[in-house]
């Protein structure tokens, strides 16, 4: 089992088959030794989690956990991308986070904290990214939070 | 003619002379093999097309012909890149795409669709990307769409 | 004294110590040739600047001030980047600016002008990027502009 494997039963964090997108597109695209995710929402056993906005539907609090169910399946498109074996992540990064709330909101990075901390707690410092954390207009279907991320791999 | 000049002509599409930046940008930079282009929004022979806001101006099915413009131009820049030659292309690694949408628009993949299903008929396998679909909160000139991409190069 | 440096200095800039994020993610991360920045907001000597919505709380001629800080603390994460030495800069490769305008506002490009004309004055050739200028729905912490950056290094 290899260390990232062991993080992950360690936090009680399954990772799920990908989502396979339902159009002309993919979740992740390899170039180089650099894997691009398709844009990750809270999507949980097929059902989408935490939609409304945020400061009015969805609370700061809950659209963080929105965000680290984002970066789960960001780790699941990764995982596909290495052949199943996550002991090949080098490096996440990039993490750009768009988040659904309100015109006033001005809490984006304590949301997509949820995301950047997941990311640490199962890759250690290879999990440390840049990143940008921004409020979206609208986001598909109402999901309040949207991630996508860049990985470099083995 | 390559297969890509090949399939254009089949879709009746026409590439135009990229759009030149007005300011202190370019509509493409090669790094590597990775072309990174500007945001490219919908704009025909030197006019912008569909202007406003999707979900009030504007409809799901017109912001995808938008983004499809959105696309076409992208294609245009990365012609460019290769000199003409777009046989070059390895692969259609990212698109980001921002629709100006209704602060309740959910429908941004509907209308994103239009450029991802555009670059699958003209590359095939090469074309499929991964994918970001998002809401922005307002968009340069009112336009509808602004698409971005990162192109796999020879 | 390299030529980046003698313009810095003929402009009247100074690269400040990069802003250290206060969670965890990092300011920037290099892979391969390429240094992506976290995304940079208009802060100054520890303070934040221009904050407000651009085209109520701000004018476009302060926004685009307001992008030129981010641009600086850009440069500065890029120069952390190269351990100090700003020639080794080849290529500013992209920049993404994201306004945070009136659901109306559509001078996107005239904000972000004020990031990508420094990147020129800095870097002559080797400044003109690829862009995106798009709106966002918010910003954190009410700030008017934030830019995020992919820079390619020696």
Chains 1, 2, 3 share one sequence.
């Not at 080098?90 to 990075?109: A, H, I, S, W």
């Not at 440390?128 to 991630?147: F, M, Q, T, W, Y």
Request: proline share 5%.
């Amino acid at each position: 089992m290899s260390d990232v494997d062991q993080r992950l039963e360690e936090l009680g964090i399954e990772i799920p088959t990908p989502a396979a997108p339902v159009a002309n597109y993919v979740g992740w695209v390899k170039s180089g030794n650099l894997v691009f995710t398709a844009g990750q929402v809270p999507l949980k056993d097929g059902a989408f989690q935490y939609q409304g906005v945020v400061g009015k539907d969805v609370s700061v609090e809950d659209a963080a956990e929105a965000a680290k169910l984002c970066a789960i399946n960001i780790i699941a498109q990764v995982k596909d991308a290495c052949g199943g074996d996550l002991s090949k992540v080098k490096r996440v990064v990039k993490l750009v986070g768009f988040v659904n709330g309100v015109p006033e909101f001005q809490d984006q990075p304590k949301v997509i904290n949820g995301a950047s901390d997941l990311m640490v707690a199962v890759f250690g410092e290879r999990g440390k990214h840049a990143r940008s954390a921004v409020g979206a207009g609208s986001l598909p279907l109402n999901v309040s939070v949207e991630i996508e991320a860049v990985v470099e791999v083995e």
